[in-house]
């Protein structure tokens, strides 16, 4: 990483920090900030030729930057389209500041990059019957983004979309001659579904007004292309299956509904078109996959009934034969062929522990393509050979092998799925919140971070992170991410327990896993950090209200600070998205409880010192949520970093600003849980 040009901004008097005894597993540049910040300035500077600001936070000493270097070169390869031969793949890997599209020919091949830009290449779709792409990409992070279709032979790449609205979700005709997307094109706020000939752009038209606002998104057409399978996102518990005749104009509710709410995600039509595949959960707690007759209402056929687990997605072969669908079995994915005549299926044995997403099958239904992801190894692109039986398979190639940064990451430590008993009971035992737990070598006592994850309704899973190694490594840190009530994976009961009036209910499941912490002998109970990132940066904070006196540090990214104000300024197209989930701020009720809650509220009673980081740009968690509780921590004389990147959004995509806010947290960290 080069570190660009930097001036001075801003020199103020910052608060005395007490002076840390650090543990025999620092590395020196801890030991060196700890003395160089105990006392004195802090400087307010910029970083980056400008783009990226810290206020308060010390300068990051090469050393830091040494010895983090190889951990931040970790890269992916994410499977994304094949080419229509069959014989190729296109991959998304970054190899500069950004991710971009990638061409591998055999498995292990060299990546041939297609696309160069200074941002992130978004969402993929490849053209049928061509080697041609529409691709999805937002400047600075707002995820205003515009749809392009590329030539992956020239590179070239027209823009179909209006270079204003926010689109995506493309979803292409089966004859390759039109696209189906998501667009706020008509107003700026609706989240409507439109349609397109992507060789004549002037030709796109809405086929499906939002009458409210939720979203709506294609999902499949009809193999004649006169019908349109749309999805309607309501809340992560209710969401709704529509058929669009594209003919007459005629929308048709399928399933779900405001008399039905529940969870219907459109999948594929069948074969014949007499039906349709969706993943649901109105057959109990879990989302299982199921087939509904072409008629509204009409009684759906559970097919994966006795996997008491999520089916998370489903992929449908091209000659409608055979479907691929992946379960989340306590945080790890399970993967399944299923003969769509028979309705039976049979678990692929092969799939290795860990996360399995990105299904697609070859042109010819000869390959399954996906990408895998486990605790040692990141996100790369596998082939799946498959048989002429619908439940036959071959062997399973790896076709892509991602840089570790010269890591050997079979030492990386592998999570352990604990349990802990929480504050109420679950029927007649009290209830119990999964977590995963990665642990350093040795006895301990180890300092530990709490990283919460987002949504609300997001999942910790066993998944590869380097973040996590290597603060295990230059901290010596233990990391739990536990899975709170209100995340997904648990059933629909426990993704309900947070809602609307019984917000902080999660909030007190981090209280009883700092209760468990303090029981167990190798973690440290006064060393104890809370890290999160957008609703998760609301638990931090929240955290931080309730538990000061028994926290070390916290780290927000991207958090809500004030639900009123976040909901106030959050992005038209997906404030009553939000509503649903968080309460309506316009009901004097709701909006008296979301202020009581609310962090920025309750800044008196946070004693911890805190990091903060942000983006200029952010549509979904405005910057003026860091902005204020920033100033209002700075108020009660508390001591904050605070990081804003100027060409960024919701987190931060780009390699230069990540870099260094990774390091600024690692400085972070090793100062605030060094030992006393």
């Given at each position: 990483m080069k570190m660009k040009s930097m001036h001075f901004v801003q020199i103020r008097k910052s608060s005395p920090l007490r002076l840390a005894r650090v543990g025999a597993f620092m590395p020196i540049w801890v030991l060196l900030l700890v003395s160089s910040i105990a006392f004195g300035e802090v400087e307010t500077r910029t970083l980056n030729d400008g783009s990226l600001i810290l206020e308060d936070i010390?300068?990051?000493?090469?050393?830091?930057?040494?010895?983090?270097?190889?951990?931040?070169?970790?890269?992916?390869?994410?499977?994304?389209?094949?080419?229509?031969?069959s014989q190729s793949i296109y991959v998304s890997t970054g190899f500069g500041d950004v991710d971009s599209i990638h061409r591998v020919d055999m498995p292990l091949g060299a990546r041939r990059q297609v696309t160069f830009y200074e941002e992130p290449v978004g969402g993929i779709a490849g053209r049928p019957g061509t080697d041609s792409l529409v691709f999805t990409r937002d400047a600075g992070g707002s995820e205003f983004a515009q749809l392009f279709l590329l030539d992956p032979v020239t590179g070239e790449a027209e823009m179909l979309s209006d270079g204003e609205s926010r689109n995506g979700a493309v979803v292409w005709g089966r004859r390759g001659t039109s696209i189906a997307f998501q667009s706020t094109r008509r107003n700026g706020a609706s989240n409507d579904v439109w349609i397109m000939d992507p060789e004549n752009p002037g030709s796109a038209k809405i086929v499906l007004a939002s009458p409210d606002g939720t979203w709506w998104g294609p999902a499949e057409f009809s193999a004649s292309g006169s019908k349109l399978l749309v999805a309607n996102y309501v809340s992560v518990t209710d969401s709704r299956v529509h058929l669009v005749d594209l003919d007459t104009g005629a929308n048709t509710l399928m399933t779900g509904g405001p008399d039905n709410r529940s969870v219907n995600n459109a999948v594929a039509f069948d074969d014949d078109g007499e039906g349709f595949w969706l993943i649901t959960d109105q057959g109990g707690e879990f989302n299982q996959l199921a087939w509904q007759a072409m008629e509204p209402g009409a009684a759906m056929e559970m097919v994966t009934a006795d996997i008491a687990w999520d089916?998370?997605?489903?992929?449908?072969?091209?000659?409608?034969?055979?479907?691929?669908f992946v379960t989340n079995e306590d945080g790890m994915s399970h993967v399944y062929l299923l003969d769509v005549a028979s309705r039976e299926y049979r678990k692929v044995e092969d799939i290795p522990t860990g996360l399995a997403f990105g299904f697609e099958f070859s042109p010819d239904d000869r390959r399954l393509a996906m990408t895998l992801n486990t605790p040692q190894t990141p996100s790369d692109t596998f082939v799946l050979d498959l048989g002429e039986g619908a439940l036959e398979y071959g062997d399973l190639t790896r076709w892509t092998e991602s840089e570790v940064g010269g890591l050997d990451t079979t030492a990386f430590r592998v999570p352990e799925l604990i349990r802990y008993p929480t504050f109420d009971m679950d029927g007649d035992a009290p209830r119990e919140i999964p977590a995963w737990m990665y642990k350093p070598a040795g006895k301990g006592p180890h300092p530990v971070v709490i990283s919460i994850h987002g949504g609300p309704e997001g999942q910790s899973r066993p998944s590869f992170s380097s973040t996590y190694q290597m603060w295990i490594e230059k901290l010596g840190v233990a990391v739990i991410q536990p899975n709170v009530r209100g995340s997904r994976g648990y059933g629909k009961t426990y993704v309900g327990l947070d809602n609307g009036f019984k917000r902080e209910d999660s909030v007190k499941d981090i209280g009883a896993l700092l209760d468990w912490i303090e029981t167990q002998p190798d973690l440290d109970k006064d060393r104890v950090a809370v890290f999160g990132g957008s609703y998760g940066g609301y638990m931090v904070l929240a955290s931080a209200v309730h538990y000061s006196d028994r926290l070390a540090a916290a780290v927000d990214i991207v958090g809500i600070s004030n639900?009123?104000?976040?909901l106030e300024n959050t992005q038209d197209y997906r404030r009553d998205l939000r509503r649903v989930e968080y309460g309506d701020e316009r009901d004097p009720a709701m909006r008296a409880h979301l202020e009581k809650i609310s962090p920025l509220n309750n800044v008196d009673q946070i004693s911890v010192p805190m990091f903060i980081a942000q983006g200029e740009n952010d549509p979904r968690v405005p910057v003026t949520e860091a902005v204020q509780v920033v100033e209002a921590l700075r108020e009660q004389g508390h001591t904050v970093w605070y990081m804003n990147a100027l060409n960024e959004g919701h987190g931060y995509r780009k390699r230069e600003n990540r870099d260094i806010y990774q390091q600024a947290t690692v400085l972070f960290l090793g100062r605030y849980l060094a030992d006393d």
């Open positions: 010390p300068e990051i000493p090469r050393e830091v930057f040494l010895d983090l270097y190889r951990f931040q070169n970790v890269r992916a390869a994410a499977f994304r389209a094949w080419t229509a031969d089916v998370t997605g489903a992929t449908m072969s091209h000659d409608r034969k055979r479907m691929v639900f009123v104000t976040f």
